[in-house]
C-alpha cells in the first residue's frame, strides 16, 4: 500500500480535494450529530484534561506522584494498577508475588485506597481508574474512601474503564464469562447514574484494540459496536431509558501519527455515536448523544529506537487529538518504551499539553478544520467504513458472539501481522525504525522496579488489616454478595459493603466466581 495515496488504515486519497469531494456543510459545533463538537464554543468554556496516566508501587509511592502531578499543573488524576489487582489477586496470592505493584499501583483493600487519596481533594479532583475485571470493586473502594474523608458520592467526578469486551478480544485481564461480566457492567451504570451522577460509569476503550494491532478505523468501530453490546444490556432491563444513562458513558482511544486520519476518525465516530443513539434507542436529549472521549497520544506508536523522537510523535498526536475534539488527554513520555516515566519525562509530557492549550492557540476557536474539503470528505470516508465494519460484526453474531469464537481476535491478528509486514520492508515509513537509522546505544535510564522492602510493606498493612477487621462483619458481606449475585440485586451496594468491611480484593472476586464461574479463552488460528 502506497502511503502517499491511502491512509494508514486504506482509506484511498485524492491528490486534492475540491467543493465536490465533500456531502454538504456539516451542522455547527454543539449541534446534532456534533461531527464538530459537542459544544458551540468548543475549548472556550473549558480546555481538555490534563491527565497523566500514573501509578506504581505502593499506595504511598503513588500518591507522591499523583500530588506532584497535580503541583506542576494536571487537572485530573489517571490511576495505573498493578497485574494483581488487575485480575483479581490480592499482593499474598503465591503465584502472583513478582507482580506486585510492578506496572501499576498495589490495592488489597480499602486501607490502600485511602492512603492513595490522601490529601487530595476529591470533590474538586477527576480521577480516572484503568480497571476492568475488577472495577466495580475499585469503584467501591473509591466511593468509601470517599466518604470516609467526608465527600458525598454525588460530587465525585472520574470514570473507571470497566470495558470488559475488549479485555476477551485484545489484553487478557478478564475473569468471569460475558454474560455475568455484562451484568455487573450494567450494574455499575445503573448505580452511577442513580447515586453518583457526576461519575462515568464505562470508558469503552478502543485503546486496547489499537495496540492489539487494529487500525484507526477498526478501533472506532469496534468500540462503538462494545457501546452498542453494553447500551442494549442496561436498556434490556428496563430500569433505565437510555436518557437516564447514556450521558455517564464515555469513550477512549489511542491517537497514532497519521494526523487527518486520527482527526477525521473521532469526528466520524462522534457523528456515528450520536446517530446510533437517537436511532436505535431513541434518545430524546442531545445530552444522551453525546460521544465524550478521553485519548493517549502515544502507545504502540512509539519506538525505542532514537527514543527521543517520540517527544515530537506525541506533540503532533496530541494537536491531532485537540483538532479531533477530546475531552481529556493523556500525553505519553518519551521513554515509556522502556520503563515507568521518570518524573522529568513524565512533567515534560504534562508540558506538551500545555503548551498546546495555551501558547499555540488552538482552543481558542471551535472546530478550526470544520468545512475543509479535505477533512470532510476523510469524515465522510472514515464513517462509512466504520458502519461497514460494525454491519460485518452485526451479522456475525454481535460483539459477544464475535468474541466468542475467535473471529474479532483474528480480525485484530490479520491487522497486526499486516502493520509488522508493512514496517518491517519500510512500505510504512518510522523514522529511526526502518528509515533514517542510525546505529545508537540505548539511553541510560533509571528503571523504576518495586523493591523487596516495598513488596514487604505492601504485605505487612495487608496482614495487619486482615488481623484488625472485624471477621464477623467480613464473612456477613461475602455471604450477602454471594446472595445477590444468585439473583438480580445491583451488586454495587453489596461490594461497597465489603469494601467497608475491609475484604479484600481478592475475596470479592472469589465470591463471585464461586457463583459464575471463570471465563475459558477461546483457542484463535
Known sequence: MDHLSHTSSGIP???????????????????????????????????????????????????????????????????????????????????????VGRVGVAVDTLADAEILFDSIPLDKISTSFTINGTAAILLA?????????????????????????????????????????????????????AEVPRFNAISVAGAHFRDAGANAVQEMAFTLADGVTYCDTVVERGRMTIDQFAPQISFFFYTHGDFFEEIAKYRAGRRRWATIVRERWGAKTDKAAMFRFGCVSG???????????????????ALASVLGGVQSMFTAAWDEPFALPSEESATLALRTQQILAYETGVARVADPLGGSYFVEALTDATEERIIEIMDDLEKHGGMVQSIEDGYLQGLIADEAYKIHQEVESGERPVVGV??????????????????????????????????????????????????????DDNLMHKLIDCANAYCTVGEMVSTLKSVWGEFQQPVVF
Request: net charge negative; with cysteine; glycine share 10%.
Open 434 to 487: 526502518n528509515k533514517f537509522v542510525v546505529d545508537e546505544p540505548a539511553p541510560d535510564l533509571a528503571t523504576y522496579e518495586l523493591d523487596a522492602e516495598g513488596r514487604d510493606k505492601q504485605l505487612r498493612r495487608l496482614a495487619k488489616v486482615k488481623a484488625d477487621r472485624d471477621g464477623v462483619a467480613v464473612k456477613e458481606a461475602l455471604a450477602a454478595l454471594a446472595r445477590s449475585a444468585e439473583g
Open 13 to 99: 486519497l485524492e491528490p486534492v480535494y475540491g467543493p465536490a469531494d465533500r456531502s454538504g456543510d456539516p451542522p455547527a459545533p454543539g449541534a446534532f450529530p456534533f461531527t464538530r463538537g459537542n459544544f458551540s464554543t468548543g475549548y472556550r468554556g473549558r480546555l481538555w484534561t490534563f491527565r497523566q496516566y500514573s501509578g506504581f508501587g505502593t499506595a504511598e509511592e503513588s500518591n507522591e506522584r499523583y500530588r506532584y502531578l497535580l503541583d506542576q499543573g494536571g487537572t485530573g488524576l489517571s490511576v495505573a494498577l498493578d497485574l494483581p489487582t488487575q485480575c483479581g489477586y490480592d499482593s499474598d496470592d503465591p503465584e502472583y508475588g513478582e507482580e
Open 299 to 317: 502507545g504502540a506508536s512509539l519506538y525505542a529506537p532514537q527514543a527521543q523522537n517520540n517527544l515530537v510523535r506525541v506533540a503532533y498526536e
Open 141 to 193: 473502594f473509591y466511593v468509601a474512601a470517599a466518604e470516609k474523608k467526608g465527600v458525598p458520592r454525588e460530587k465525585l467526578t472520574g470514570t473507571i474503564q470497566n470495558d470488559i469486551l475488549k479485555e476477551y478480544a485484545s489484553r487478557g485481564t478478564w475473569i468471569w464469562p460475558p454474560e455475568p461480566s455484562l451484568r455487573l457492567i450494567a450494574d455499575t451504570i445503573e448505580f452511577c447514574a
